[in-house]
């Protein structure tokens, strides 16, 4: 059983940063951050495979978010520049049981309970 706390999360002027946090209780391979905006299906953010070595992103973030992840502290990080009105959701961290990387939701065993993120204009 792996439990999954994010952080990190607030409101923040459009073209600022913000930098979430997400700690594992237990062990973890793969993981991955999913977003989910109001009245939208969640979708797919970004992804890292266990050694940090191979990362993904969605072209929405590609070039403004960076996945990153610290195995001594287990807890992955999603640092967010240049963000956008549409980047306003709540975010969820993910994790696999498999290493690799992963962009689908069913491919994760366990999920966080979010973080709220909002971008005014």
Request: hydrophobic residues 35%.
């Amino acid at each position: 059983q792996v439990q999954l706390v994010e952080s990190g999360g607030g409101l923040v002027q459009a073209g600022g940063s913000l930098r979430l946090s997400c700690a594992a209780a237990g062990r973890t391979f793969s993981m991955g951050w999913f977003r989910q905006a109001p009245g939208k299906e969640r979708e797919f953010v970004a992804a890292i495979n266990w050694s940090g070595s191979s990362t993904y992103y969605s072209d929405s973030v590609k070039g403004r978010f960076t996945i990153s992840r610290d195995n001594a502290k287990n807890t992955v990080y999603l640092q967010m520049n240049s963000l956008k009105p549409e980047d306003t959701a709540v975010y969820f961290c993910a994790a696999a049981a498999a290493s690799g990387i992963w962009t689908r939701e069913s491919d994760y065993t366990y999920w966080g309970q979010g973080t709220q993120v909002i971008v005014s204009s």
